[in-house]
């Protein structure tokens, strides 16, 4: 297998991976393995460098924006669901063999009958599970909008710029 011999810079993350076929490709990157198989890869990955084109940077910086602007109306809209971890009183005072507990969005009615039914360690009140939703949703925005920016930077300081040598 050949190395890459420079790097460029990811035009959906914007950090400096090997660029591979004579620069024209991002290697897969943005990855986990577990058990011999890759989870999620960059979108980046098998696109060109940021120097050699920011076509796809673009679409990206205009996909957060738009992302951003969907949280933001939601965090100021109603919130009809919240996230819950479900996890009963018994499990809660477990600190050994915890388990992952079981976690799913609920709308109020769905809430309140788990929380009275005691299926469901809960001391929040409905009103507090919907401001934790609004803030979690401001600041999705606040990182996209701040990706986003990252990015225009990062592009306008790397297109056309030529590749980095990759360090041995």
């Known amino acids: 297998m050949k190395k890459a011999t420079h790097n ?3 035009q959906a993350c914007g950090r400096a ?3 591979m076929y ?9 990855y986990t393995v ?10 980046g990955a ?12 673009d679409g990206v910086i ?10 933001e109306a939601q965090a100021v809209g109603p919130i009809g669901r919240v996230w819950i971890t479900e996890m009963t009183m018994a499990e809660r005072r477990s600190v050994y063999d915890r388990q992952k507990p079981k976690q799913r969005w609920y709308t109020q009615p769905e809430f309140e009958t788990a929380k009275a039914s005691t299926l469901m360690y809960c001391n929040w009140h409905w009103k507090d599970k919907v401001d934790m939703e609004r803030f979690r949703l401001n600041r999705q925005a606040k990182a996209a909008r ?10 306008d300081e790397r297109f056309g710029q030529p590749l980095m040598e990759r360090r041995a």
């Open 46 to 57: 098998g696109k060109p460098p940021l120097e050699v084109s920011r076509e796809w940077c």
């Open 62 to 71: 205009k996909w957060l924006h738009e992302e951003a602007a969907k949280a």
């Open 17 to 19: 991976q090997a660029a």
């Open 8 to 10: 460029g810079t990811c």
């Open 146 to 155: 701040e990706h986003a920016d990252m990015l225009a930077k990062r592009a």
């Open 22 to 30: 004579g620069g024209n490709e991002m290697s897969n990157h943005g």
């Open 34 to 43: 577990t058990w011999g198989y890759f989870n999620g890869v960059c979108s």
